[in-house]
């Protein structure tokens, strides 16, 4: 995942000039889980036909000029990448929503996840 290639091909979309920022996310495998549990890993995999529902309905929203998503599935270490998004539009009324809405949906709809807590 490569969050500055990201951005340059958000840069080359067609109506890059009606946006007026853009807002990232970069989703990490963390060492301790919610309730405060040692974790080794994180076993993860993505649906690509949910994550294209998601794309396609943030994209619909007012002031959203475009938004890519990538993840990587499998088995991952702590520190480890789990989510980029990167989300384009024209003020941060609209973005940051969008991109709030893409990261929620994005853990519900197209993720299955086992956190490997450490006994």
Same mark, same amino acid.
């Given at each position: %995942? &490569?969050?500055?290639? %990201?951005?340059?091909?958000?840069?080359?979309?067609?109506?890059?000039?009606?946006? !007026?920022?853009?807002?990232?996310?970069?989703?990490? =495998?963390? *060492?301790? *889980?919610? #309730?405060?549990?040692? =974790?080794? !890993?994180? &076993? =993860?995999?993505?649906?690509?036909?949910?994550?294209?529902?998601? @794309?396609?309905? @943030?994209? *619909?929203?007012?002031?959203?000029?475009?938004?890519?998503?990538?993840?990587? /599935?499998?088995?991952? /270490?702590?520190? #480890?990448?789990? =989510?980029?998004?990167?989300?384009?539009?024209?003020?941060? #009324?609209?973005?940051?929503?969008?991109?709030? &809405?893409?990261?929620?949906?994005?853990?519900?709809?197209?993720?299955?996840?086992?956190?490997?807590?450490? #006994?």
């Amino acid at each position: %995942m &490569d969050q500055n290639r %990201m951005i340059e091909i958000i840069k080359t979309h067609p109506n890059f000039h009606k946006a !007026g920022m853009i807002a990232t996310h970069l989703g990490i =495998v963390r *060492s301790f *889980s919610r #309730d405060g549990k040692a =974790v080794s !890993g994180l &076993d =993860v995999f993505f649906d690509t036909g949910k994550i294209e529902n998601i @794309i396609r309905d @943030i994209k *619909s929203r007012p002031g959203i000029v475009d938004i890519l998503i990538e993840t990587n /599935s499998g088995h991952l /270490s702590v520190s #480890d990448e789990i =989510v980029t998004i990167v989300v384009a539009g024209d003020t941060r #009324d609209n973005v940051f929503p969008a991109l709030i &809405d893409a990261i929620n949906r994005l853990k519900t709809e197209a993720a299955t996840e086992k956190e490997k807590v450490i #006994d």
